[in-house]
């Protein structure tokens, strides 16, 4: 017969303060969990609020502009709206806007840290072009709110193109984009890059998807923000700090870097350094471009080929003076003038 040992009195004790222990853990992480709901679930009710003050300042200042379905979401870490159909229109009526869906959400931990998603596609429509429709395989954006002006952007679209009207081959296509934009000081510095990109020209030839990074300052570029935006190129002047365009298989290459000037007609003045790496081939690419001028556009080039060491140039200085650009003793079609 086995004989059983009784509990001792301080083993009793210990279960009973672990227990009440693990009682109080549970009920404070409960009450925690409650709590943290409740102010989300606030929060949410705050932000709806504000967003619809804000769709409707926007339409009593003459604009449009829906968000279909309004919700909150980012239970429990985040905090955002999402809408089914966002739409948008200038005051003036001549340029619309509309997406089938848009998230945007902020950390509660960083509530100046937004980033969210775009769903696609982005119709378009205004007076001075056809009807554009952008679709892609995903679209990305975050900024680091501040007053007046966000500090950061960034944008990132993946597999985009740009058709025209009802047509099924795309006008334009990249394989990515991504820009960047910071204030600093009073400038704003801008990163561009747009990967595999291809444009239709008014030739029978396809040009070679080209790969393009530019990376650039606009003087003053925070007041013309605050101001109301960049809603044009004319009157910007700052420093490109490089431009470089390649073709996917780095057969050729052009680099640019100086100060720029863009006047009130869009034209441009500069004064810029050029180095390109094999300049017949890309001569022959940029002849595509504008074929009345090949002849004089391959012929410069040509003479370019004549100063390269393995196939790169030294630094050439251009000068471009009212859209046109002078290498050498060789002027080169003018620039057409910019938006």
């Known amino acids: 017969m086995t004989r059983r ?7 009793r004790q210990s279960r009973f303060r672990f227990g009440a222990l693990a009682l109080w853990v549970a009920t404070a992480i409960l009450l925690i969990l409650i709590a943290w709901t409740a102010g989300w679930f606030y929060m949410a009710s705050r932000l709806e609020e504000q967003t619809r003050t804000i769709l409707t300042q926007i339409e009593a200042s003459g604009a449009e502009a829906s968000c279909g379905d309004l919700t909150t979401t980012g239970y429990p870490f985040q905090l955002g709206v999402a809408c089914d ?24 931990r960083k509530p100046e840290r937004i980033g969210g998603r775009l769903g696609s596609p982005l119709t378009l ?14 679209l990305r954006f975050s900024t680091d709110y501040d007053e007046p002006l966000p500090q950061r952007a960034a944008l990132r679209v993946d597999d985009v193109k740009l058709f025209q009207e009802e047509s099924q081959t795309p006008f334009a296509e990249a394989s990515q ?35 393009l990074i530019a990376k650039a300052s606009v003087a003053d570029g925070a007041q013309k923000l605050a101001g109301g935006g960049l809603r044009t190129m004319r009157g910007l002047s700052g420093t490109l700090s490089e431009l470089r365009l390649h073709t996917a298989d780095g057969d050729a290459e052009i680099q640019i870097s100086g100060d720029y000037v863009v006047g009130d007609d869009g034209l441009i003045d500069g004064d810029v350094h050029v180095r390109i790496e094999s300049p017949e081939r890309l001569g022959d690419i940029i002849a595509e471009l504008a074929p009345d001028e090949a002849d ?3 012929s410069a080039f040509k003479t370019l080929a004549g100063f390269t060491v393995d196939g790169k140039t030294p630094s050439i ?9 002078s290498v050498l003793f060789i002027k080169l079609p003018r620039i057409p003038p910019l938006p």
């Open 296 to 298: 004089t556009i391959r």
């Open 317 to 325: 200085p251009v000068r471009i003076k009212d859209g046109v650009p």
């Open 5 to 11: 040992l009784a509990t001792h009195p301080d083993d």
């Open 125 to 138: 429509e205004g007076p001075d072009f056809p009807p554009l429709t952008l679709r892609w395989d995903d």
């Open 85 to 108: 159909t966002v739409s948008f229109g200038t005051a003036d009526g001549q340029y619309t806007a509309t997406a089938p869906g848009l998230v945007s959400t902020a950390e509660i």
């Open 177 to 211: 984009l991504h820009l960047t934009w910071r204030l600093h000081q009073s400038d704003l510095d801008l990163n561009l890059q747009l990967s595999d990109f291809f444009a239709a020209v008014p030739t029978a030839v396809r040009l070679p998807p080209l790969t």
